[in-house]
């Protein structure tokens, strides 16, 4: 069982910068994929970025260049820098782990609040 907790979402004006946090536990962490989605409200959840265990990062055309996705894997935990928000970005962000023997996503966080104002 992996659990997942994000932190350090917030108000924050557009222009402005936040980095998430998602701590994960398990012992095998360094082999997850690590994704980011977000849900807005009234729409679908959406996918913004993942890394590979190996480090290898994948962006939403919506955030590259905006976004950076990392991860410490001593620390077991997978951030989110965003860069340059927009009011757009406004949503409820999570962070999801798939296990390499697996076809999806199979732990998920229990989401934070990204609010950005204008």
């Known amino acids: 069982q992996v659990q997942l907790t994000e932190s350090g979402g917030g108000l924050v004006q557009a222009g402005g910068s936040l980095r998430l946090s998602c701590a994960a536990s398990g012992r095998m962490f360094s082999t997850y994929r690590m994704g980011w989605f977000r849900q807005a409200p009234g729409k679908e959840r959406e996918w913004v970025a993942y890394?590979?265990?190996?480090?290898?990062?994948f962006y939403a055309d919506s955030v590259r260049g905006r976004f950076t996705i990392s991860r410490d894997n001593a620390k077991t935990t997978v951030y989110l820098q965003m860069n340059s928000l927009k009011l757009e970005d406004t949503a409820v962000y999570y962070c999801a782990a798939k296990r390499p023997t697996v076809e999806t996503y199979d732990y998920w966080g229990q989401g934070t609040q990204v609010t950005v104002s204008s």
């Open positions: 890394i590979t265990g190996g480090g290898t990062t």
